[in-house]
């Protein structure tokens, strides 16, 4: 069985001028042990091959930390696999991590013909010109890997910023248009604490909160970016996310629903939305209305039977989530329905 890695950890990804820095750190901080008894050729021989090992081991410690500590895509759960490839370009990704991986060998190979020069010099001239061929040589091999350094030094930074999901918790993911209230309805049901705005598009990355059920089951809630009435096709990445997190996280949709006309988005276009969501994803959806304190009776009314025309079973919450209102029944209505029953089942099959 494949072992999938649910936790992104991101090593330390050196620049080529750093690595170059460290190099020559490494090599003139190694001096001459017993200046007084050995001739001076070998005196200098047993430096210069001191100095050139020490740099060959800093140097391929940190290929292979590189190499193989950034993480590898195929092993990562699917949901983080394809949110980063939303970020970055896989093919160069790979390209980058095996030409770092392969700069050991290439590092072999100077090291191992410094090594000859440094055994065979016979005069003084001849060992500075060997450290002056391996110095060169290591530069150079640095200097080439400077593109896929600097790639995967900002893959790393963007790595660090993904939000800690874990993909095993009972998740509930918050969807609907921009502007509606999303972000809003985690910050009175979760530790989460996005940003909220009076503009659409204020959340353009997943984030994540946290609550306990019965002392000690932690549920995570995903607020997500507004999703527009489109198809799949014209989709951008930012929406994507929230398309990742609806397919690979979500074990409960709630579809936050505003029908005032405050959100900038009609009634129509979110019911698209909603048919578009429960056509395409296996969840069950529930359904707020939000904005109850500003919505009149007959807006409410209309989004009502708009959506029971979707399907008459959706459990329909009406909430205000700029004060919570109603926010704690629709969790409640969560736990009784699917936590619980979900707890009861892992219970019973132990
Ligand atoms: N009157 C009223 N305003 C609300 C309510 N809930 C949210 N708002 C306002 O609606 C605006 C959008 O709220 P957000 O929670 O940021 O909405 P969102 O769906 O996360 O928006 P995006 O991240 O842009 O998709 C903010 O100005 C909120 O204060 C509510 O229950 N009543
Ligand atoms: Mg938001």
């Not at 999938?4 to 001096?31: C, D, M, R």
């Not at 050139?52 to 949901?79: I, K, N, T």
């Not at 008459?312 to 209102?325: G, K, L, Q």
Request: glycine letters at 4%; one cysteine or more; aromatic letters at 6%.
């Amino acid at each position: 069985m494949m072992l999938v890695i649910n936790v992104i950890k991101v090593p330390h990804v050196p620049t080529s001028e750093e690595l170059w820095n460290a190099v020559i750190g490494v090599y003139f901080s190694l001096q001459t042990r017993n200046p007084s008894v050995e001739p001076g050729i070998d005196r200098l021989r047993r430096l210069e091959l001191r100095r050139v090992r020490e740099v060959r081991r800093y140097l391929s410690d940190a290929f292979r930390d590189v190499a193989l500590g950034m993480p590898f895509l195929d092993s990562l759960h699917p949901f983080y696999r394809e949110l980063i490839e939303l970020m970055i370009d896989r093919t160069m990704y790979k390209h980058s991590l095996a030409k770092v991986g392969h700069a050991t060998k290439a590092l072999s190979s100077i090291y191992k013909d410094t090594v000859l020069s440094i055994k065979s010099a016979t005069t003084s001239n001849d060992i500075t010109r060997a450290r002056r061929n391996f110095l060169a040589r290591i530069r150079n091999l640095l200097m080439d890997l400077k593109p896929e350094l600097d790639f995967l030094k900002n893959t790393a930074t963007k790595l660090d910023k993904l939000p800690n999901i874990d993909p095993n918790l009972f998740t509930i993911v918050v969807s609907g248009m921009p502007n509606v209230g999303k972000s809003s309805f985690v910050r009175c049901v979760s530790s989460g604490k996005p940003k909220v705005a009076e503009y659409p598009f204020t959340t353009k990355e997943l984030h994540v909160g946290h609550f306990t059920v019965l002392n000690d089951v932690k549920v995570q809630v995903i607020d997500t970016p507004g999703l527009l009435d489109r198809s799949l096709s014209e989709r951008n990445r930012i929406e994507l996310q929230a398309i990742l997190a609806l397919k690979y996280l979500a074990r409960v949709i709630v579809f936050i629903v505003d029908p005032t006309n405050h959100s900038g988005y009609s009634l129509i276009e979110q019911v698209n939305l909603l048919r578009e969501i429960k056509d395409n994803f296996n969840a069950p959806t529930l359904v707020l209305i939000n904005k109850i304190d500003i919505a009149m009776e007959s807006e409410v009314g209309t989004a009502l039977s708009n959506v029971a025309l979707i399907d008459n079973s959706i459990p329909v919450f009406r909430v205000s989530t700029i004060n919570c209102n109603g926010c704690r029944d629709v969790i409640n209505y969560i736990i009784d329905n699917y936590i619980i029953p979900m707890l009861k089942e892992v219970l019973s099959s132990r």
